[in-house]
């Protein structure tokens, strides 16, 4: 069974950078399209990005142009690099398939504050 590992969370400041790495045991990692996802304190988990297994990428409109979704497949790792972070992204971040499909991990922290 497939299992995920976000990692790369943390505290940082607004207008911090964080870079967040998703790991996916299992082999079928390349044939997926993948998504990261969060979820703030008392709401529903939401999807924010997603990349395609030939690289496409789409992203929600509040993260657009601040964050970065890649993979690397050789190695079923996926990234989203994070820029110009405000207080409203912090939550705690998963990842997936695009269909949620796969067991979720325990996510990573993801605190903006000063």
């Known amino acids: 069974q497939v299992q995920l590992v976000e990692s790369g969370g943390g505290l940082v400041q607004p207008g911090g950078s964080l870079r967040l790495s998703c790991t996916a045991s299992?082999?079928?990692?390349?044939?997926?399209?993948m998504s990261w996802y969060r979820q703030e304190p008392g709401k529903e988990r939401e999807w924010i990005a997603v990349?395609?297994?030939?690289?496409?990428?789409m992203y929600k409109d509040s993260v657009k142009g601040r964050f970065t979704i890649s993979r690397d497949n050789a190695k079923n790792v996926m990234y989203l690099e994070m820029n110009s972070l405000r207080s409203d992204d912090t939550a705690v971040y998963y990842c997936?398939?695009?269909?949620?499909?796969?067991?979720w991990g325990q996510g990573t922290q993801v605190t903006v504050s000063s």
């Open positions: 997936n398939t695009h269909s949620s499909s796969w067991p």
């Open positions: 990349i395609l297994s030939g690289g496409n990428t």
């Open positions: 299992g082999s079928q990692f390349s044939l997926f399209a």
